[in-house]
T-cell receptor, first 116, second 115 residues
Framework: GAGVSQSPRYKVAKRGQDVALRCDPI?????LFWYQQALGQGPEFLTY????????KSGLPSDRFFAERPEGSVSTLKIQRTQQEDSAVYLC??????????????FGPGTRLLVL | SQKIEQNSEALNIQEGKTATLTCNYT??????LQWYRQDPGRGPVFLLL?????KEKRKERLKVTFDTTLKQSLFHITASQPADSATYLC??????????????FGAGTRLAVHP
C-alpha cells in the first residue's frame, strides 16, 4: 500500500510569508508525528497527534508554528511569518495504533523549506 | 538533559568489510533503542529495534548490541556493500506515561562503502 506522503516536496518562501505543509499518513494509522530536521542533524520532535487530538506540542519552537489534524487523517503544519531559521526539512511520520509500547514509525519523504 | 552522541565523522570503509557505528547516550535510561537508515532526500526508514533486556539483535547482515551499563549501542553491518551507503540514526526511547513513542534521534553517522 501507499506510504506516508508529504507535499510540497520543496518550498521556497520569502521571510515573513506564511507556509502550509501537508502530510498524508498511511491509511488507518492512528498516530501522527511532525519532526524538524536541520542540515546534518537528526530529526527533532515537534508535535504529536492521536487521531484528531494534539496530545503533545512541546517541540513547536514558537507560537508561529501551528499543526492540525481535523479529521484524524491528513495533517497540516503551518508556519506563520517565516524566518530564516525555519529553513529545514519537515518530516511527518505515522504509526498504527499509538498505544503504549513500541511501534515502528513510518516516515514521509519530507518537505524541504528554504526561507530567503 | 538527554544527550545522544553518534560518530560525527563520516565512516569510510571498503566493500566487504564490517562497518561498526556507535551510539552513546547520557542522562537517559531508555527501555529500548531503534536504528533507522536515511538516504539523501528521503525520510528515515526503520531497521532494527532492541530492548533493554536484550544484549544483541540480528537481522540478515545487521547486528545491534545494547549495553545499558556503558549506555551504548553498536550497529554492525557485515559484508558491507556500496548500497549500504547512507546516514544511520539511532533513537533511544522510553514511552512516556501517555504511551506514545516520541523519538529522540542522534545526529546520525554517514557511512560510505567504497567498491
Amino acid at each position: 500500500g501507499a506510504g506516508v506522503s508529504q507535499s510540497p516536496r520543496y518550498k521556497v518562501a520569502k521571510r515573513g510569508q506564511d507556509v502550509a505543509l501537508r502530510c498524508d499518513p498511511i491509511s488507518g494509522h492512528v498516530s501522527l508525528f511532525w519532526y524538524q530536521q536541520a542540515l546534518g542533524q537528526g530529526p527533532e520532535f515537534l508535535t504529536y497527534f492521536q487521531n484528531e487530538a494534539q496530545l503533545d506540542k512541546s517541540g513547536l519552537p514558537s507560537d508561529r508554528f501551528f499543526a492540525e489534524r481535523p479529521e484524524g487523517s491528513v495533517s497540516t503544519l503551518k508556519i506563520q511569518r517565516t524566518q530564516q531559521e525555519d529553513s529545514a526539512v519537515y518530516l511527518c511520520a505515522s504509526t498504527l495504533t499509538g498505544l503504549a509500547g513500541i511501534e515502528t514509525q513510518y516516515f514521509g519523504p519530507g518537505t524541504r523549506l528554504l526561507v530567503l | 538533559s538527554q544527550k545522544i552522541e553518534q560518530n560525527s565523522e563520516a565512516l569510510n570503509i571498503q566493500e566487504g568489510k564490517t562497518a561498526t557505528l556507535t551510539c552513546n547516550y547520557t542522562n537517559y535510561s531508555p527501555a529500548y533503542l531503534q536504528w533507522y537508515r536515511q538516504d539523501p532526500g528521503r525520510g528515515p526508514v526503520f531497521l532494527l529495534l532492541i530492548r533493554e533486556n536484550e544484549k544483541e539483535k540480528r537481522k540478515e547482515r545487521l547486528k545491534v548490541t545494547f549495553d545499558t551499563t556503558l549506555k551504548q549501542s553498536l550497529f554492525h553491518i557485515t559484508a558491507s556493500q556500496p548500497a549500504d551507503s547512507a546516514t544511520y540514526l539511532c533513537a533511544p526511547a522510553s514511552p512516556p506515561s501517555g504511551g506514545y513513542n516520541k523519538l529522540i534521534f542522534g545526529a546520525g553517522t554517514r557511512l560510505a562503502v567504497h567498491p
